[in-house]
Structure formats: structure tokens, C-alpha cells
């Protein structure tokens, strides 16, 4: 068991991959970096999540950095366990097949917003994506830093649209947290950045 400690790194990208980990509890992000150190967010990992599997499986370096965004706690699993449990439990590997196929179509929605929609319309998507996975919560737990990050923008950008969004009335911002209140007036700005 391995104690997760904000803005812990675990690995860096181009390292050697040689652990998986295991989400007990926190919440870790998986980051692309840009060599001006610009960051982007492609992925969040939650409790019983599985991340780091990718590099174990095609004896590459990691592709990406991860960070703990919250205190936690996570399994480490050796690189030889793991792929000994894969080559002796079919359901394992189904079960790990079909979380790489499940991140595989996320990853490709995640490019279509970057390469088709505008700067309003990744954010719009985002928000929405987060309100339905929040849904019983009534808002989302996240910053304007890490809503930069995931939409590929400057966190003064997401700033002025959610001051914007906020003076419609779409919505109700405070200290970290986010009340959407027009779930269709952001669905329409996100279908109109696709036009």
C-alpha cells in the first residue's frame, strides 16, 4: 500500500514502466507536458481505478506523468505480478481489454473536442461530462486550474467564461466548486462550437 501525498509525481513521462497502480482512494491525474511546461489533463484516475498497466503491457516508457491531485491511498503492482495474474486469469485480462477499449474511445472523444470544438465549447463539454458524474453531489469539485488543464486552455480564459456563464445565470461558482443550473444552455454552446 502506497500513502497518497497532493501533487505526489509517481512517474514522469519517458520513464521505465515497471508498476501499475491501483486507486484505493484520492484522485490522480494523468498529464501531458509540454516541453514549455504547458499541461494537459487527459485523464482522472478514482477509487478502484487502474492506471500504469499501459507500459507493463507493451514494455515501453510511460507515455504520460501522473500526479496525485488529493491525499489517498493506492496499490503498487509489480510489473512480473501483474502480468503473471493476466496470463493465468482470462477474466482479468477481459476485464483489462475492455478498460483500455473503454480509454481508447475516451481519448478519442477527448481529441475530437481539442481538434473540432472551441475553447467555450471544450469547456461547455467538460462540465457537463463532470455534472453527470457528480450528479448526486449537486455540484462538481474541481478549480479553474484543473479546468485549464483539461480543456487544453489558460486558466485566465476559463475564468472569464465561467464570469461569463455565471452573469447568464448558467451557473454558480464559488471556492473550488461549480453548481450547474442551465445544463442546455451549455449543451447548445457545445453544439454550436461544433458547427
Known sequence: MCVLKRDNL???????????????SGLVSIILESLDGRKLAINEMRSSDLFGE???????????????????????????AFLSVLGRE??????????????????NEHESALA?????????????????RELEKGYITISQEELAERTGQTRQTVAKSLGRWRRRGWLITGRGRIMLLKHDSLAELEQESMD
Open 10 to 24: 509517481f512517474f514522469s513521462r519517458m520513464t521505465p514502466a515497471e508498476k501499475a497502480y491501483l486507486v484505493f
Open 54 to 80: 499501459l507500459g507493463l503491457l507493451t514494455k515501453q516508457p510511460r507515455s504520460s506523468s501522473a500526479f496525485a491531485r488529493t491525499d489517498g491511498e493506492l496499490l503498487t503492482i509489480p510489473r512480473q
Open 90 to 107: 482470462p477474466a482479468f485480462m477481459r476485464r483489462i481489454l475492455e478498460m483500455t477499449a473503454n480509454r481508447l474511445r475516451e481519448s
Open 116 to 132: 473540432f470544438l472551441d475553447a467555450q465549447g471544450r469547456l461547455a463539454r467538460l462540465l457537463l461530462q463532470l455534472g453527470k
